[in-house]
């Protein structure tokens, strides 16, 4: 029974009408594919970062940043490297809200564990650090290790488990941290550059060096007990650097007087000595006219030092009448 004319199934073409065009299928694919290649063909690379050009998986150059091209349809593979940015693994914490999955511990086993270390003297001590680095060589970095972040994260215990295992537990909780950062530093650089992992490492930094929690409290007291007799020791310096220099200073003065009086007597001495010899040859050049010259100024010194003399001539008749001379400062009356 044919459709009623009114029916939809009656504007519908028959399929005996259609016909598969190989040309126009081609097209389409054709169409398809370059549409496709074109979107893939273009990446854009940051301006941080360095993209590493493998084409069948081959390394074949690398990218600096902006946009660049690319062989479609995985002949060519772009990684992303971040040479710009400086990366850092945490050991022994956690800090929240981290964008790189290698920056801190996977579990809190993992942190635990990262942590708790045995010194060189068989003591337990609790350390967390953090190492800082960035991508120095691209190419290694993506060709030599598989997940080089993790690599050097073990590489990284490694260091400070054996640096912390050469010292006793007070050198790395009290007086050895900088030098422990020190030795980790170069021994971590040395390990990365032997590998070739085209990693630099910029900084290893000690967060907290600490005992096991169970004894945390007495470590507390023996440390305070350390800084009380280092305050005492400071102050015992101190008063010895006031009062010695003191001591000294007064000492120099005693000396120096005693040198000073000592030279005075000395010169005194020795110009006696040549007044004396001056005198003496005079004395001997003239014997009767120094002798007199002697007496003369002796008795001058002698009697201008004695008051309410009378100089008489030893051949004066009478000597009594002059006695009752008045004195000559007394006033006369009448």
Known sequence: MPDHPSSPFARLPDPAQFRFNPKFALGILGAIILVTGALTCAYQVPANSVAVVQRFGAWLKNVGPGLNFRLPFGVDSITIV???????LEFGYSTPG???????????????GEKNMVTGDLNAVVVEWVVQYHIADPQAYVFEFREPPQTLRDLSQAVMREVVGDRSVDEVLTIGRQEMETVSLDRLQQLVADLKMGIHIDQVQLRNVNPPPP??????????????????????????????????????????????????????????????????????????????????????????ATPGKVILDDKAANFIPHMALPDAAAPQGR
């Not at 971040?82 to 850092?88: A, D, I, N, T, Y």
């Not at 981290?98 to 635990?112: A, C, H, V």
């Not at 305050?231 to 003191?246: F, L």
């Not at 110009?271 to 014997?287: C, H, M, Q, V, W």
Request: no cysteine; aromatic share 8%.
């Open 215 to 304: 004894v945390q409290m007495s470590f507390d007291e023996v440390n305070k007990a350390q800084q009380e007799k280092e305050q005492m020791i400071n102050k015992a310096t101190g008063d010895y650097n006031r009062e010695v220099p003191k001591a000294r200073g007064e000492a120099d003065q005693v000396l120096s007087a005693a040198e000073g009086y000592a030279t005075r007597r000395v010169n005194e001495a020795e110009g006696d000595t040549a007044r004396f010899n001056s005198i003496l040859t005079e004395y001997l050049k003239a014997p009767e006219v120094t002798r007199r010259r002697l007496y003369l100024e002796t008795m001058a010194e002698i009697l201008s």
């Open 98 to 112: 981290n964008t790189n999955p290698y920056q801190s511990p996977y579990s809190r086993d993992d942190l635990e």
């Open 82 to 88: 971040e040479v710009q940015r400086q990366l850092k």
